[in-house]
């Protein structure tokens, strides 16, 4: 299996830009997870989705930001627009579900707004 | 309210010797518990999970974990450190039918000296 896929790795934009980040969770899996690590506040969940409906968007720190998750197999997070406070590393995780919880990560996205 | 607490924030070991790195969680019923590994500039990797049964579970890359229900521990151990486990360690607790939610510790950041 190839995992939890991240696009893109790397991201720089400009203040005021829009950004969209996207995830491919793990096949089969029914829940999916974004993250957002800075040095400052850690790992902190944004949203969550079972079976691509969104349960819980209390994490969410702004309108700014928005996820979608069109299917089982692909879901963005979104930040328009951008501010140099974005800038963190965000994670997308997928749970196979059926109770076991264990979540697996993807390599995460590098997002820089200058 | 629930949470995970990771007393410790920094831990210098040298390479060879033996490691314990603290988990404590606060839960309305037994959680199903799990550490993770971050190495620098990558995802988090799943290192091993309780869900029920033996309180002793082994994981990859020679480490294991001991559930102590009356302490509300999890503590993460390794008989002898190498220099490649240098690396930030995650405890994180969830329950059934949480949708697979997970609650992370803020993490101990452990550094491996020659």
Redesign the interface.
């Given at each position: 299996d190839a995992g939890?896929i991240q696009s893109p790795r790397h991201e720089v934009t400009e203040m005021g830009q829009e950004v969209t980040l996207r995830c491919k969770p793990i096949s089969g899996h029914n829940?999916l997870?974004w993250y957002r690590q800075t040095m400052m506040r850690?790992?902190e969940?944004l949203i969550?989705f079972?079976n691509n409906v969104p349960?819980?968007d209390s994490g969410m720190p702004e309108d700014r930001f928005s996820a979608k998750m069109p299917n089982a197999s692909f879901s963005t997070l979104k930040i328009q627009p951008s501010e140099p406070r974005d800038s963190a590393v965000y994670?997308c995780?997928s749970?196979p579900?059926q109770?076991?919880?264990?979540?697996?990560?993807?390599?995460?996205t590098r997002l820089t707004v200058t | 309210a629930q949470s995970v607490t990771q007393p410790d924030i920094h831990i210098t070991v040298s390479e060879g010797a033996s490691l314990e790195l603290r988990c404590n969680y606060s839960y309305g019923a037994t959680p199903y518990l799990f550490w993770y590994v971050q190495s620098p500039g990558q995802g988090l990797q799943l290192l091993l999970k309780y869900f029920s049964g033996d309180t002793l579970v082994q994981g990859i890359k020679g480490f294991e974990a001991e559930f102590k229900r009356s302490q509300s521990s999890f503590n993460l151990r390794k008989p002898s450190v190498h220099w490649s486990d240098a690396a930030e360690y995650f405890c994180a607790a969830g329950r059934m039918g949480g949708y697979n939610k997970l609650i992370f510790g803020a993490g101990t950041r452990l550094a491996v000296h020659p």
């Open positions: 939890v829940s997870f850690g790992l969940l969550y079972n349960i819980d994670f995780a749970s579900g109770g076991t919880n264990e979540q697996y990560f993807g390599p995460g | -």
